[in-house]
């Protein structure tokens, strides 16, 4: 009688994440992305600031989608370091003097510093708890800048149209493309906040389709097998809350350089920075890198022709967000990419069986 | 010195304030373990419905809260029939974003019937009444009653959790709900119950919260945030220890703002994170979790 395994054919396993779909989408990603590069030689102002708008947004709903979706981590106060990122670029620039391009990784830093701490205490808070634990925490943040009386307290203050025109590049814009010194500034805007969106998605697609990347996915999936497994739960969580902050931070310096205003209360809402972003990633997918880029799409197109409507707009995200999570929890491109079977950026480990008879 | 102990009796008066939004809460917490962000906006709605029933009816608001009660245990009742119970479970995103998405609708929708304009609940003398308690310390009514009606809350809420069925049946879903669904309990109607008696919660503390301040459809969210901390401070699952947790938010804010009137807000939410970070399970905690 013959050994059973050996009847058997030799097996050959790879595991893959790409497929020839997904190398096609990063070829158009790259493509559009140098489109995206080369927007502002024929676009108008008011769609640059548009798409100024949209990357920010994308890159906050990103940074959002990893901390939530993946790690579990769901806050409610992000807002914190966008609050901080801003306020961390007026005070370099408009006390320290320095140039607003040092101050935005300036920002990105502070806020990964300050998050060490704020991680030590709201972390002591689970789940629903930590929620409500980092709206606080915000809030204690919104209060400590309504006091500094440096950075015009409670009202807030502005940029000098020196600090905005500072930016480097804004020259050469200038004469490169013909434009006037407030197109030019919004161009230098346009491209950082297009390089910090690119920067954010590269950022969260590389972490996810790494190592920690598939410890991340473990802890999404279900916390206790993770750790069963030997997944260093806290560590990691540590390490995705500081560096979302540092992004989120730098994205806030940002947009408060774009707008050369700020005020504690808008600088730390909790509508404009964490309300609108939970409706991008839940409306478009939370847990996938496709579904923020989907939700930020449509959260613009809403934002630009429903926002005249006020209070009844906000009631109908609202409403929209609630359907959503109940009927379709795993958003937009999870109804499309269960029906298709599609992922455009995959993170997931395919395993790939090649029959192979010959050694049999 | 006599500075500082009125500081202190106020402190406390405010707390009662404080343990009425929190206990609201602390229930759905502790009976469908339920973290409501749109808890400080419902109270705002309550504070409205119990204002539109005094204006209309030309009652006064310890009448209105009257009528308003059984309106709101039947808003409640069905909310957490409708809608919540089919958020809650093993994720906990959905809960998150459901409540999310109702504080957004309540304050624009509030925004879009009022206004952004503040009310205030009406009561005549009652409003400006106050005990002396000798030297140059007085009680204000409306505070006082605000912490006897606190107190009262918690007892009749312990007596409904340790001595009706209906408590029995609280306890057992918030113990294990797969048992408690075993032994015959039907959830649903058991957290819409629930839900029902926190909205009569919400009622109350709603009255004190329009005949002690203005009020206007933005200040929920900052509500929520009190009421949240002082179910931390106290520690999950006791109502005594959500009320000790409104008393110690009511001092370090009360405290906190004779130093500075600017750092009132500030000084409670630091008295928090301190709380937090030295005991973090809270100072009476009886539940895990």
Known sequence: MMDAGAARPTRVFRIETADRLSRTSAIIACIVLLMLVLLPVFAGRTLIQDLIFLFYMLALAQCWNLLAGYAGLISVGQQAFVGLGGYVLFALTLIGGANPLLAIPVAGIVSAALALPTALIVFRLRGAYFAIGTWVVAEVYRLVFAQVKALGGGTGTSLSPSVTSSVPGIEWIKTALDVRTPAARDIASYWLALALMAGTLAFVYLVLRSRRGLALGAIRDREAAAASLGVDIDRIKLAVYVATAAMTGMVGALIYLQKARISPDAAFSVLDWTAYVLFIVVIGGIGTIEGPVIGAIIFYLMQRYLADFGAWYLILLGTLGILVMLFAPRGLWGLVSERYDLTLFPTRRRLVVNEDRSQG | ?289
């Open chain 2, 1 to 289: 010195m006599t500075g500082f102990l009125d500081a202190i009796i106020q402190g406390i008066l405010l707390g009662g304030l404080y343990a009425l939004f929190a206990t609201g809460l602390s229930l759905m917490f502790g009976v469908m373990r339920l973290v409501n962000l749109a808890h400080g906006d419902l109270i705002v709605l309550a504070a409205f419905a119990i204002f539109v029933v005094a204006e209309r009816l030309g009652l006064d608001p310890f009448v209105a809260v009257l009528l308003a009660a059984p309106i709101l245990f039947a808003i409640g009742f069905a909310l957490q029939h409708v809608l919540l119970n089919r958020a809650l479970g093993r994720d906990l995103l959905p809960p998150l974003l459901v409540t999310f998405g109702l504080s957004i609708i309540i304050q624009n929708g509030l925004l879009q019937m009022f206004s952004a304009d503040s009310r205030r609940l009406r009561s005549g003398a009652i409003e400006t009444a106050s005990i002396s308690l000798g030297g140059d310390i007085a009680v204000g009514v409306v505070p006082l009653l605000t912490l006897a009606s606190a107190i009262a809350v918690i007892v009749l809420l312990n007596i409904i959790f340790y001595r009706t069925a209906i408590g029995r049946a609280f306890r057992a879903t918030s113990d294990d709900l797969d048992v408690a669904q075993l032994m015959g309990i039907d959830v649903n109607r058991t957290f819409a119950i629930a839900m029902g008696i926190a909205f009569v919660v919400i009622a109350i503390a709603a009255l004190y919260l329009g005949l002690r301040a203005n009020f206007d459809p933005t200040i929920g969210p900052a509500r929520l945030l009190y009421a949240f901390e002082a179910v931390i401070i106290g520690g999950l699952g006791s109502f005594w220890g959500t009320l000790a947790g409104g008393i110690v938010l009511g001092l370090a804010q009360t405290i906190g703002a004779r130093i500075d009137p600017e750092w009132q807000i500030l000084s409670g939410h630091l008295a928090f994170l301190v709380v937090l970070a030295i005991r973090p399970r809270g100072l009476f905690p009886r539940a895990v979790d």
